[in-house]
């Protein structure tokens, strides 16, 4: 889990907490100030269970128990009745957690509760939205009458054929992402869609609680230069963003090859490319690039890692930008 985005999601827990704790203090006040007889009640109810518990240690007879058992479920139903003719359920004046599971620790015993897990999940598909370029990715408003129509005279095959069955080849491997799950390689001009579907797998896999980090490929490359050259003084924040580049369960690594070309990307491509390879973490890189433009542009390590590792999908047809933003 990212540590980040867990604590963002821990500080609204502790958040909703601490609005239900102010209620609940809110409606006694109200209460106890409007019908004092209703705390004079749970008084006596409290009375009769410290004289129960005192008795029955001094090894009073079942009788004289039974009679403060009676006692106390007469007066328990006292107080139902009471909070009935006021329209309020049985239950008010308990301060009982949101999450009976976890009673609102958002643990239990060590692992997540299902009530964090929301909290977190909310919190990532937040994080990635900021992000990404559109903030309105999604398969459902993927739309195939954007690419052409028109069979291919060789293959028979249309630009829309195809491209729909690459976004049905998307959603597979959202829904299907895990360990098992391996690398793309999206490549094509631009305006072809292939960020679109990036973020659409990203909104999906974040969805099922896995951890998502979309950034463009100049933006990484920028962030790991800078904690090279502070050598060892970089701050928290920068440190914390290169370890999500690095360990996050899928990372999404935009245009590739619209960095500005040195040793030093070189050398960063294939240190983040292998120690992602490495640990078994999965990547989708898009790119305008070639297979023959890859090898051409990165060193032979980098090239054929990619080549060797990733699945490439190639993205054909006219730039749909245009047609998507007069739709």
Do not use: W
């Amino acid at each position: 889990m990212d540590g980040k985005i867990l604590a963002a999601a821990r500080r609204r827990l502790n958040e909703a907490r601490a609005e239900r704790e102010r209620e609940f203090l809110r409606r006694r006040r109200e209460i106890s100030a409007e019908h004092p007889e209703i705390f004079r009640l749970r008084e006596h109810i409290a009375g009769t269970m410290a004289r129960y518990i005192k008795q029955h240690l001094s090894g009073a007879n079942a009788q004289s128990l039974g009679a403060i058992i009676e006692e106390n479920l007469e007066l328990q139903r006292g107080l139902e009745e009471e909070l009935r003719k006021l329209g309020m359920p049985p239950n008010h004046l308990d301060d009982a957690p949101l999450c009976e599971k976890c009673g609102d620790s958002g643990f239990v015993n060590t692992r997540p509760c299902e009530c964090l897990m929301a909290l977190y999940k909310e919190e990532l598909a937040k994080s990635l939205s900021s992000l990404l370029k559109l903030g309105t990715e999604s398969f459902e408003s993927f739309e195939p009458s954007f690419y052409d129509g028109e069979p291919d005279a060789q293959t028979g095959l249309s630009v829309r054929g195809y491209m729909t069955a690459v976004f049905e080849m998307c959603g597979a491997y959202a829904d299907e992402f895990g360990e098992q799950s391996g690398n793309l390689f999206f490549s094509g001009e631009p305006g072809l869609g292939k960020t679109f579907l990036a973020a659409c797998i990203a909104r999906v896999v974040a969805a099922r609680g896995f951890s998502v980090v979309y950034d463009t490929i100049p933006a990484i490359f920028a962030r790991l230069e800078e904690e090279k050259f502070r050598r060892g003084e970089a701050d928290d924040a920068l440190l914390a963003q290169i370890r999500r580049y690095r360990e996050c369960d899928l990372l999404i690594a935009d245009d590739l090859g619209t960095e500005m070309q040195t040793s030093f990307t070189n050398a960063a491509l294939y240190e983040l490319v292998n120690t992602r390879l490495i640990t078994g973490k999965k990547t989708i890189i898009t790119s305008n690039l070639t297979a023959p433009e890859l090898r051409a542009r990165y060193a032979p390590p980098v090239a054929s890692r990619l080549e060797g590792e990733y699945r490439f999908v190639s993205f054909y047809g006219n730039d749909i930008r245009k047609k998507r933003m007069d739709s």
